[in-house]
């Protein structure tokens, strides 16, 4: 349940911060940005998944 909250906190900070850059910005910077973020979330839940995954044959 904390996870969920904290997904939620982030995104809605997230959504701010990208609309303040529109303001200043062209599109492509916008979405790059927004790429960027979800491809750094990408690598920390690959980086996370490999470290707490547990081999078939341990027990």
């Known amino acids: 349940m904390a996870a969920s909250r904290l997904q939620f906190?982030?995104?809605?900070?997230?959504?701010h911060i990208t609309i303040y850059l529109?303001?200043?910005t062209t599109p492509i910077i916008d979405f790059s940005f927004i790429l960027s973020c979800a491809l750094i979330?990408?690598?920390?839940?690959?980086?996370?998944?490999?470290?707490?995954?547990?081999?078939?044959?341990?027990?």
């Open 9 to 15: 906190t982030i995104g809605r900070f997230f959504a």
């Open 41 to 59: 979330s990408l690598i920390l839940y690959l980086i996370d998944f490999k470290t707490n995954t547990v081999p078939k044959n341990s027990y």
């Open 22 to 24: 529109a303001a200043f």
